[in-house]
């Protein structure tokens, strides 16, 4: 979704692109995760904002208007990503950082920055605001929270903390827009003036360190620059001040092994200051609502049932609710093809509307209820806080393979499909940890798997039964999608080991308390998700849809027409879809394809299937159905699509299909990376095309290797 | 580690040897890397106290209670913070 922001007020020439948005005066919005940030941005600008990715990267940037003093001078505002701290080197620091230095391209030094500060956890929040404050530049701390704080039992003294602070603080209460009014007056008031700085001091030795490099001459550092040079994670880039910093950090080594420690205690101190001064704490020792909460969701017993339990619900959810939109959308562009079809003249451009434009866009809305579905999911269970708690109970698990608990939720959605999956690796902070989330993410056996199941199963392996009572069908389902979690263990395992190897990534992570979502948040988190994945992957799909489209149309196969009569009974029974199919591109590809498949038991009729299946997966139902000319309307329960698929012969007069070769053929489809969808959206969240490629290559790879021991182990045990 | 008892009663282990519901007060953060780091910006800091609420099933994380919100962290991290235990 393009949230459009060509307002008359905005498309005034300075100001035509929001994006760069030349000319406009930037304020950011700082906080940490969970603080309320969101919901603030959300309220002050309203939906004029607009989400898009810091050059290079794929951290989001969210940016929006603000009309501070006018509708018609509407400011740019800048929501920075959730964070805790300005010093580690995760990507979303590094990003925050750099804007706040005015060192990203297309995003100006902010003139002013909101620290958003949660009232039920002043300490940790204040944190960041203390190292924002060391930039120097005017700072309007927002206080979110503070009806939450108010009924915990903590009265703070406003007025008292922006004393000490040297910075207005404002209460808000962003869903009830109250305080707003307010932190606009403040923002105003600050504009143009110059910060107060950090109030805290080190010792003796280190102030004199910065200060000496401070003074010098060559380098022209601010305080908080110096700082950084002498305590960052990395030492500066350039000579001579790396020389410099380098000095200064032996000498303080040398004095105390704690000295890195310093910056991060003089902080916390002034904090524990301001905070002892400024707020009354009158609760008792309680457990909070959250802590009786989690006495069931963090149970040791009940609390993984308890996921376990959520997670069929989101499932069941999303495989009843969202067929029945899928199933629409796809009727509906089958009727649009329809319609171009009787329309327009038969010919190529009618062709390429209906089997390649609609049918490519079709085949990617149609992914869009079940997006849909599962991001709802997502965000409510962010918002509340439960995934933090999934994660918790999960890590274990996770960590044993080599990956973060925070990758058990994306990998589970990608059972559903792994798009919203693959997106939702983002609360993955570690690069490595990230990709090797992604790369085994597929294997997951996801929605548009289970037409290929059904239809093998339901041509081979029907109403066979083991015991009396426990059919085949659901035992062989069950394998498969073991099959693709083992897979992906082994997978994730061997990788966390060779190519993306990274010490185990450590944990530690805030446990928000529970909290009621906001579900305008939500919404709008859903559709600027789905948006995102309409507009980035749809392009790619489209491309692709069309290029599959002319393998499967060219060269043109032309019906002879003075052989109709002649012939009547061949051309009675051979559809000419059938015979273009057969002699196209992608049928000569099937053919060429033919040796390397035959040792997975698979003949060339399959190979078409197959190729026109790396589009999508369940594309292979209705490829089959062309091929054995059932009508394309066919689906994977079809009982003509079963019969001739049972009834297909080899050249050679055998049944092509054996229990054993339709075995072999879902084996081969829990691990091909058999979706250009996903392709499109790796592409996308890793920036590159150097790990999509890899992934189908290695994916199809295992598949084939899969496959050649499913079938050559069968036929030697004496099967098929 | 061992734990050991000072003179005043109170006992010095590692976070990850506190019994469930324990409070205690953090003494010193080993190690230099970025995960100690990240743990004092948390506000794991000596003098903070703290307060153990559970642990993951399995040998999984420990949850914390810390400047009055609640922290997971795992049990390799959780040795490496020494504590006083508070009776």
Redesign the interface.
């Given at each position: 979704m393009s949230v459009t922001l060509q307002s008359p007020v905005v498309s005034n020439p300075s100001e035509q692109d929001p994006q760069i948005g030349a000319g406009a005066v930037l304020i950011a919005l700082a906080g940490n995760p969970n603080a309320g940030k969101t919901t603030l941005f959300n309220a002050l600008t309203g939906m004029r904002q607009k989400v898009a990715n810091y050059p290079g990267v794929t951290v989001e940037r969210k940016e929006g208007w603000w009309a501070l003093d006018s509708p018609a001078k509407p400011l740019r505002l800048l929501d920075l990503p959730g964070l805790?701290?300005l010093?580690?080197?995760s990507i979303d620091e590094q990003i925050a950082r750099n804007v706040l230095l005015g060192k990203v391209g297309g995003v100006p030094a902010p003139v002013v920055t909101i620290a958003v500060v949660d009232a039920?956890?002043?300490?940790?929040n204040l944190?960041l605001v203390t190292q924002i404050l060391e930039y120097g530049r005017p700072v309007v701390v927002a206080l979110t929270m503070s009806d939450l704080a108010k009924k915990a039992g903590v009265e703070i003294d406003v007025a008292a903390m922006s004393n000490s602070l040297g910075v207005p603080v404002v209460p808000v209460v962003a869903a009830q827009r109250t305080g707003l009014n307010e932190l606009s007056a403040a923002v105003r008031k600050v504009l143009g003036s110059v910060g107060p700085g950090a109030g805290w001091r080190l010792s003796v030795d280190a102030e004199t360190e910065i200060d000496s490099l401070l003074s010098a001459d060559g380098f022209r550092l601010d305080r908080r620059a110096a700082i950084e040079a002498i305590y960052g994670?990395d030492l500066p880039v350039d000579e001579p001040l790396r020389t410099a910093a380098l000095s200064a950090r032996e000498r303080l080594a040398a004095a105390s092994p704690?000295w890195?420690?310093e910056p991060?205690?003089a902080r916390?101190q002034w904090i524990e200051t301001i905070v002892g001064e400024t707020v009354t704490h009158r609760q008792g020792s309680a457990a909070t609502t959250?802590?009786k909460i989690?006495g069931w969701l963090?149970h040791?017993?009940f609390?993984?049932l308890i996921l376990l339990g959520v997670m069929l619900l989101v499932f069941q959810t999303i495989f009843s609710w969202a067929s029945v939109p899928m199933d629409l959308i796809d009727h509906g562009f089958g009727l649009l093809a329809d319609l171009v079809r009787t329309n327009m003249a038969p010919g190529l451009l009618t062709d390429l509307l209906t089997d390649g434009v609609i049918a490519g866009v079709g085949g990617v809305l149609v992914f869009l209820p079940q997006i849909l579905l599962l991001f709802f999911f997502i965000s409510i269970l962010e918002d509340t806080g439960y995934m933090?708690r999934a994660?918790?109970?999960m890590?274990?698990?996770m960590?044993g393979v080599g990956l973060h608990?925070k990758a058990f939720m994306p990998l589970l959605s990608s059972f559903a499909c792994a798009i919203p999956g693959i997106m939702a690796t983002r609360t993955i902070e570690n690069p490595k940890d990230r990709i090797a989330t992604i790369m085994i993410a597929p294997f997951m056996s996801c929605s548009a798997r289970l037409p290929v199941y059904t239809l093998m199963i339901g041509a081979f392996f029907a109403e066979q039964k083991v015991l009396g009572i426990v059919s085949v069908g659901a035992i062989l389902i069950l394998a498969m999608y073991l099959l693709g979690i083992v897979v992906a263990i082994a997978v994730a395992f061997l990788f966390k080991r060779t190519i993306l190897k990274a010490p185990a990534p450590?944990?530690?992570?805030?446990?928000?308390?529970y909290r009621i979502p906001n579900f305008f948040t939500i919404a709008h988190d859903m559709f600027t998700r789905a948006g995102l994945f309409l507009k980035r992957a749809g392009t790619v799909i489209l491309a692709i849809s069309i290029v599959l489209w002319a393998l499967a149309s060219f060269p043109r196969y032309h019906a002879p027409a003075s052989d109709a009569n002649a012939s009547t009974s061949e051309a009675a029974t051979v559809d000419p879809h059938t015979i273009q199919l057969e002699q196209s591109f992608a049928g000569r590809g099937g053919k060429i394809l033919e040796p390397v498949i035959r040792p997975l038991g698979f003949d060339w009729k399959m190979g078409i299937a197959l190729i026109s299946s790396f589009a999508a997966r369940e594309t292979l139902v209705s490829t089959l159905s062309i091929i054995y000319n059932v009508g394309d309307d066919a689906d994977e329960k079809s009982d003509s699509l079963i019969g001739a698929v049972r009834g297909a012969k080899r050249e050679d007069g055998k049944p092509a299909w054996t229990p054993l070769v339709a075995l072999s053929m879902m084996v081969f489809f829990v691990l091909a990376c058999q979706c250009m969808s996903t392709v499109a959206i790796v592409r996308r969240e890793t920036n590159s095309w150097r790990w999509p490629l890899f992934m189908v290559a290695y994916m199809t790879a295992l598949a084939w290797i899969a496959s050649f021991i499913t079938f050559q182990g069968g036929r030697l045990l004496g099967f098929g | 580690m061992s734990s050991t008892i000072s003179l005043n009663g109170s006992t010095t282990s590692s976070l990850s040897q506190l019994p469930i519901g324990a409070h205690a007060r953090v003494l010193?953060?080993g190690g230099?890397g970025?995960?100690a780091?990240?743990?004092?910006?948390?506000?794991v800091?000596?003098g903070?106290p703290v307060r153990v609420?559970?642990s993951?099933?399995?040998?999984?994380?420990l949850?914390i209670c810390v400047?009055?919100?609640?922290?997971?962290?795992?049990q390799?991290?959780a040795r490496t913070i020494m504590v006083s235990n508070e009776q």
């Open positions: 805790y701290s010093d580690a080197t039920t956890n002043l300490e940790r944190y994670d704690d890195w420690q991060l205690l916390y959250s802590e989690d963090t040791r017993f609390g993984p933090a994660a918790f109970l890590d274990r698990l960590h608990g450590p944990l530690v992570m805030e446990m928000p308390p | 010193s953060i230099t970025s995960t780091r990240r743990l004092m910006e948390m506000g800091i000596p903070a609420i559970k993951a099933p399995l040998g999984g994380p949850e400047r009055g919100y609640h922290l997971a962290l795992r390799t991290e």
